[in-house]
């Protein structure tokens, strides 16, 4: 009788399957951390959702709505306000060379989208590799509501004035934890050449973290127009959010001790977001008029992710 041989990393992921008792979809790797699984099959947005990007309207009724709720609210406001056109804008998302793309469509588009997770997340360390043209404005949604209005981005903010690895509240009072801000001279094909420090530009609230890296931490570890690593761990009801990037720690903001930003009040914030929610990813809107201009997202630009990994908490 022949017997089939059974190399020794497919035996070790039966057994890590055996064990955790998980199901694993196809595409997705199994890996030697308990629970630990793609949410990203590197060919295929299969699991993934696009959706535009909007802003959540400024009428109080919005602050008290369940984040479900909230979604549906939200369009047909913008619906009744005659901006269809924004609602029907859900950029372009597509799969290339193993790596998920986001852009706008058309490329000269002024309007901004989401690529969102259809599976919510609570506790988690999220793992991802990051290519973000320059410049762009993006960034990584976490705990976000299904259309991503509402919810704690991670920043990459890959252009004049940007800042990346650290937090801001989308739809959550507009704070921004950071610890440094950067500029750089554009080269061709979206690169970026003399990275150095900025100044902070910008009517957001400022946050004091209880860990910021400083321009000059960041500026050692981030490989320029190349591919970067991030993890970020995300714990607790209204989070304690922690970024690495290239294993070097970024930020760190306790979401439970912000206090004194207006449009920010964490016992609402809390009920609001439930101890669960959705990851997205970014393409920003672009106000031509603003000092930003497209500064904010160059015509034809692209943000990139891949290895996209997440292992419960």
């Not at 920043?155 to 750089?184: E, K, Q």
């Not at 209204?238 to 912000?258: F, G, H, Q, V």
Request: net charge negative.
């Amino acid at each position: 009788m022949n017997k089939k041989k059974i190399d020794r990393r497919r035996f070790l992921e039966y057994s890590v399957l055996g064990l955790a008792g998980l199901t694993i979809l196809p595409g997705c790797k199994i890996t030697a951390e308990k629970g630990k699984r793609a949410i990203f099959d590197g060919k295929s947005l299969n699991g993934w959702q696009p959706m535009p990007r909007l802003y959540l309207p400024r009428d109080p009724r919005f602050n008290e709505l369940a984040p479900d709720d909230l979604c549906t609210e939200v369009i047909d406001w913008y619906k009744e306000n005659g901006q269809l056109e924004r609602v029907a804008h859900t950029g372009c998302w597509e799969v290339v060379d193993g790596a998920i793309t986001g852009g706008h469509d058309p490329v000269d588009s002024v309007f901004g989208a989401y690529l969102v997770s259809e599976e919510k997340f609570g506790d988690f360390e999220l793992e991802l590799d990051a290519k973000p043209d320059w410049p762009v404005d993006t960034g990584i949604m976490i705990r976000a509501n299904k259309m991503a209005t509402l919810g704690f981005q991670v920043l990459v903010d890959h252009r004049p004035n940007g800042n990346v690895g650290g937090i801001f509240g989308n739809s959550l009072g507009s704070f921004l934890a950071t610890g440094y801000y950067m500029n750089g001279d554009r080269s061709p094909g979206f690169k970026v050449e003399n990275l150095r420090a900025d100044d902070s530009v910008g009517n957001f609230a400022s946050v004091r973290p209880e860990y910021a890296a400083s321009f000059d931490e960041f500026k050692k570890v981030w490989r320029l127009n190349e591919w970067n690593h991030f993890k970020i761990r995300c714990t607790g009801n209204l989070p304690l959010i922690t970024t690495w990037i290239n294993d070097t720690k970024i930020c760190e903001l306790n979401t439970a001790d912000i206090q004194g930003v207006r449009g920010f009040d964490p016992e609402r914030e809390a009920r609001r977001l439930g101890n669960d929610g959705h990851i997205a990813f970014e393409v920003h809107d672009v106000d031509v008029n603003s000092s930003l201009g497209r500064d904010r997202w160059e015509v034809g630009a692209k943000c990139r992710w891949k290895n996209i990994t997440i292992m419960p908490l």
